[in-house]
């Protein structure tokens, strides 16, 4: 029965969380011949702050990042 735990810090919305669960699940199925009904996948969200880098958390590192303007994306069109 394998057992996967995934740590993540926290901020992501349920269905990325779901998301995640079903793409780990699929990966453990095809890749070790586990019967998907004994595969078991556990996630972990520790808050930001209790969770560091080099002595920097997760929430510090959010408040130092430059926020980031909304990015219209680049349509390349060759020429017909």
């Given amino acids: 029965m ?11 919305t ?3 969380v779901r998301d995640l669960i079903h793409e780990v699940h699929a990966a453990v199925a095809r890749t070790t011949g586990a019967r998907p009904d ?4 556990i996630v972990r969200e520790v808050p930001r702050a209790h969770w560091a880098t080099g002595d920097v958390t997760l ?5 130092a990042a430059p926020s980031s303007a909304p990015s219209t994306p680049t349509v390349s069109q060759e020429p017909s």
């Fill in 14 to 16: 349920d269905q990325q």
């Fill in 59 to 63: 929430s510090e590192m959010d408040a």
């Fill in 2 to 12: 394998p057992l996967i735990e995934v740590t993540l810090g926290a901020g992501r």
């Fill in 38 to 41: 004994h595969i078991r996948v």
